[in-house]
């Protein structure tokens, strides 16, 4: 038996959780239930994080978490517990199949059969917020080497283990040349290792647009984290309903489980939803954990009831579908399934489907790095951007001076356009003059210089080169 911890969420998840145990327990998987309690109710307890401390005990004793959708209560103090727990347990892998079962369930793509794998901890999802102005505030988009490192090469090897042909990666490398650069350049240098499996970049947008388009031109897909959260959804609702996808959150210790889905209060117990999403997420964790035949026992009952019409009401269609059914009597005809396969949809067969065992990130030798510059953030409230050049070039000394003043990443100064509109957050760039190194005491004086002219400082960020190549991006316009 092996002991898993489930949470029944909010919203639908009862009722999807409830019918999704009914069939694991019906199938025979050799499981032991830990429940225990997440969500809104301890929200609304008073516990910000939405999640009691003996519950992350039992989630890291049982490694092993099938979590239902939960609510995260709107406004602020509340953090999303879905993402606390990928980030706190080092779940980096989020994999999220999406597969057409034409002529069975309505859909424009019959024949999509992709998986998205994306990247869970990073990104813009840091939750580092800050408001710097009266008029802007910013999120820090963190991507880092291991994390590019970790996900690319689960995106290979799941690739190789399931016999796909082809990894696709998404990114907007174009714009954000340092941040999804670095995905797209980890990416290519493990992509060599694989030369079996082909390997291809899109930019993100054209890309997304030909997803939603062809989605047969796609086999496996890997993007750094928002991406992967908005066109899981896509991909998802494309096959037919957003109901009918799970997920898997695949960590080196932990995994989580769960339906791409959020908890649809507005179903909520009403006996409506879908417990598909779910208990394709809980047949990911069955074959993680191997339980295979009770994987395969499932999913081909799973796929025998869709293709005998039995269908909730997000896939039912008046004239192809047979009978409208709730989540307790779709999971009961499922359950009466176990056993059969489908005869038209290609039954499955998971002699392949453990948990993938993947090398440790090795660290790099470090670089060597040198301070070239420092951009200091002001806040100013004027408009004309001469004026504030002339009085950031009165704390340029020692060598030091100002060599660029961007608003909203664009040149302003020297020589801006008066049509660029610009906010009263000012990047001010200061060099040397003949580009060598310049010193953290540089940085120093610069922010007492400024304090002695009056200049509203917000923060500053270092100009590094890593082993001789400039590691910042330049000003637009520049
Ligand atoms: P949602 O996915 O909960 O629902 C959107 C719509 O999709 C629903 O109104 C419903 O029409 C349909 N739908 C979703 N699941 C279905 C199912 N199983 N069967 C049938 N129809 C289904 O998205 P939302 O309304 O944006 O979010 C509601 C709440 O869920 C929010 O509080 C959000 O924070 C939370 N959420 C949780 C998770 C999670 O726990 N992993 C993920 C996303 C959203």
Known sequence: MRKITVAKGDGIGPEIMDATLGILLAAGAKIEIEEIEVGEKVYLAGNTAGIASESWETIRRNKIFLKAPITTPQGGGYKSLNVTTRKFLGLYSNVRPCKSLHPFIKTKHPIMDLVIIRENEEDLYAGIEHQQTDEVVQCLKLISRPGCGKIVRYAFEYAKQQNRKKVTCFTKDNIMKQTDGLFHRVFDEIAKEYPDIENEHWIIDIGAAKMADTPEAFDVIVMPNLYGDVLSDVAAQITGSVGLAGSANIGEECSMFEAIHGSAPRRAGQNLANPSGLLQGAIMMLNHIGETEAAEKIQNAWLKTLEDGIHTYDVFEEGSSKQKVGTKEFAQAVIENLGQKPSILKPVSYSNNLALNLPKYKKR???????????????????????????LKKIGKNGIELTMITNRGIKVWPDGFSETFCTDHWRCRFKRTNGS??????????????????IDTIKTENLYEFDGVQAYSMGQGQ
């Open 365 to 391: 030798p470090p670089a060597k790095k040198k301070l070239v510059g420092v951009d200091i953030f002001v806040h100013w409230n004027g408009v004309d951007p001469d004026e504030i050049g002339e009085n």
């Open 437 to 454: 190194e310049i010193t953290k005491q540089n940085i120093n004086e610069l922010l007492k210089y400024a304090i002695d002219e009056n």
